[in-house]
């Protein structure tokens, strides 16, 4: 099956700019969400189709898919944007698990 | 304004059953699949099972495949997951959530725009 690579933690300052990447491979060819989960709380669609951002996301969020790798990148971090965050693709290859999530990464505010 | 609410979860023993209720608001509910997330304490998410807005097609990961059954009644705009044979892995929060496209039949490149509050599924003796 599938499998979507994420670092298991990011830590930046307030101001900086956090990326956070999804690793899979040819993952370029595949359309790539990201959720922001905070603790208690259900996830939230932050990116779709790679770069879309849904209403009521800042524009300081932004996605970017190429070759193998998928990246969220949140600039001027503020301490509300600490949260784990997944990345999720739809494989095709009919493995019995069609829908694949990241393992998630956790973003500290420092 | 969409509002997905979960309901049915408890505490069952291994072996058991139960039946898992997302009643929907907000939007029309047979234009969109519909699928149950879970994450288990201290995990990551997975996706567990979906259905195409008509409710003609089905689909389950690996893990639940044969014990649990996904279903929906449009009329009553509530999802259900019925599931036989729990173990003590199946513990979990689970979570209903929206497909972002609208679809009647197709199941497929789902991205989940709305979920639900999640319901804790804890299976122990």
């Known amino acids: 099956s599938y499998v979507l690579t994420q670092p298991p933690s990011v830590s930046v300052a307030p101001g900086q700019t956090a990326r956070i990447t999804c690793g899979g491979n040819k993952i370029g060819s595949k359309s790539v969400h990201w959720y922001q989960q905070k603790p208690g709380q259900a996830p939230l669609l932050v990116i779709s189709y790679d770069s879309d951002r849904p209403s009521g996301i800042p524009e300081r969020v932004s996605g970017s898919n190429s070759e193998n790798t998928a990246t969220l990148t949140i600039s001027r971090v503020e301490a509300g944007d600490e949260a784990d965050y997944y990345c999720?693709?739809?494989?095709?290859?009919?493995?019995?698990?069609?829908?694949?999530f990241g393992g998630g990464t956790q973003l500290t505010v420092l | 304004e969409v509002q997905l609410l979960e309901s049915g979860g408890g505490l069952i023993q291994p072996g058991g059953s139960l039946r898992l209720s997302c009643a929907a608001s907000?939007?029309?509910?047979?234009?969109?699949?519909m699928s149950w997330v879970r994450q288990a304490p201290g995990k990551g998410l997975e996706w567990v099972s979906g259905?195409?807005?008509?409710?003609?097609?089905?689909y389950y990961a690996d893990s639940v495949r044969g014990r649990f059954t996904i279903s929906r009644d449009n009329s009553k705009r509530t999802l259900f997951l019925q599931m036989n044979s729990l173990k003590a892995e199946d513990t979990a929060i689970y979570y209903c959530a929206k497909d972002l496209k609208v679809a009647l039949s197709a199941l497929t490149r789902l991205l989940f725009d709305y979920w639900g509050q999640g319901i804790l599924v804890t299976v122990s003796s």
């Open positions: 259905i195409s807005g008509r409710g003609d097609n089905t």
């Open positions: 907000g939007f029309t509910f047979s234009n969109h699949a």
């Open positions: 999720q693709v739809w494989d095709d290859s009919r493995s019995g698990h069609p829908v694949v």
